[in-house]
């Protein structure tokens, strides 16, 4: 094993700290802050390859969104709304820029994975992605980061079999929405469950080609590390191995934290850590271990920084 094969970049930008959002939201700059912080004070840092972002450009936008939605969004956020029509998602004047560096840097991430200069990568950016469907911004997200990003690994990386693993708290709606009938693209998600969106029964499968490539495991209120890990041993795990995926992505949101304000569950930092270490079990058996992992939610500011920590620790094993 060479030293390369630990190596693990990272990936922020300053853009996305002027998402501005208001006063009381949860979905803050401070959240990158903390991670950045936390990461610097406990040293692992200067153990990452700081890959430099870009800016996405409408048309990476257009591998996912439809057309008039990136118009209203655009036309919304630069005359100064204070929130998008199609959902909530509170925006600033440049939040555009903030959304579209954040489309970017997961793109600049799966790059840097697919060429070989980093094993895996971790993406601090926001605004968060994986409620933003093809027609509509919502639950604090604009455009699909992790979406986008796995259409780009498709055409640009060719890499043809995409797995998305999101644990975030809340179902990616967004996300499942894009490739519900799609065969290219395995969703699995763990999510609390009934919760917002609403969406995430384990009734939503897919259609079509796509059929029983959706994989939803809802958990109840209060689940804590061992319903997380077990829904992946029992419920991914199978499926990705029968699925055998050429790249991982993981919508990593932290806010099953147990402290954190949204979320309702009990899942420790070294829940994460362990979480991760089995995402990238799959990758390391399936497809060289290439995993880029990109922030969702996760709105306690301690736990998420610890939460995040950790996780990059085992992205680094
Ligand atoms: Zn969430």
Known sequence: MSANDHSVGFVTHDACLRHLTGPGHPERP????????????SGLWDSLTH?????????????????????????EITQGRPAL??????VCPDSLA??????????????AVT???????????????????????????????????????????GAAKVLIVDW??????????????????????????????????EAETGT????????????????GD?????????????????FGPEFVLISAGFDAHVDDPLGGMNVTPRGFGELTQMVCEIADNCCDGRVVSVLEGGYGLAGLAESVETHIRSLMA
Do not use: K
Not at 178 to 194: E, G, I, Q, T
Not at 208 to 223: F, I, Q
Not at 226 to 242: D, G, K
């Open 30 to 41: 401070e959240r990158l802050v903390a991670i950045v912080e936390r990461l610097q004070d």
């Open 51 to 75: 890959t430099p972002a870009r800016q996405a450009s409408l048309a990476d936008i257009a591998l996912v969104h439809s057309q008039r939605y990136i118009q209203t969004a655009c036309h």
């Open 85 to 90: 029509s199609t959902g909530d998602t509170a």
């Open 98 to 111: 903030a959304a579209l560096w954040a489309v970017g840097g997961v793109m600049t991430a799966c790059d």
């Open 115 to 157: 060429a070989g200069e980093v094993r895996r990568a971790f993406c601090a950016v926001r605004p968060p992605g994986h409620h933003a469907t093809p027609d509509a911004g919502m639950g604090f997200c604009v455009f699909n980061n992790v979406a986008i990003a796995a259409r780009h690994v498709q055409q640009a990386r």
């Open 168 to 201: 975030d708290v809340h179902h990616g709606n967004g996300t499942q929405d894009v490739f519900y009938d799609d065969a290219s693209v395995l969703y699995f998600s763990v999510h609390r469950w009934p919760f917002y969106p609403g969406s995430g029964a």
């Open 208 to 223: 079509g080609d796509g059929e029983g490539l959706t994989v939803n495991a809802p958990l109840s209120v209060g689940a």
């Open 226 to 242: 061992s319903h997380f890990r077990r829904a992946l041993e029992s419920v991914l795990l199978p499926a990705a191995r029968a």
